[in-house]
């Protein structure tokens, strides 16, 4: 199912907080809050949106190695072994 599919106008939210956010939770879901008829924002389960923003940061992590390697910038394993020895050892 879509997200768009699950648009829920703000004022059933307001009217029925409670078993909206108990569907979210056992579902896992997201809803779409529409006002007027355009969708304004999007409600979902704290796991969920824990999790999503973990993705995002492991995606972020890789686009910057990524980049890095990009521009050359390469350390043989070794090399960063030996540097984490000696930071191992001094801290």
Do not use: N
């Not at 809050?33 to 923003?53: N, P, W």
């Not at 890789?62 to 001094?90: C, S």
């Amino acid at each position: 199912m879509k997200l768009s599919d699950r648009a829920v106008p703000i004022s059933d939210l307001i009217a029925d907080a409670d078993d909206l956010i108990r569907s979210i939770g056992e579902h896992k879901q997201p809803v779409v809050i529409t006002v007027d008829g355009e969708r304004k924002a999007v409600l979902q389960d704290f796991e969920s949106y824990h999790q999503m923003q973990e993705t995002i940061a492991m995606l972020k992590i890789i686009a910057m190695g990524q980049q890095e390697i990009r521009e050359g910038k390469l350390l043989p394993m070794d090399d960063a072994f030996h540097r984490l020895r000696e930071a191992a050892r001094k801290g």
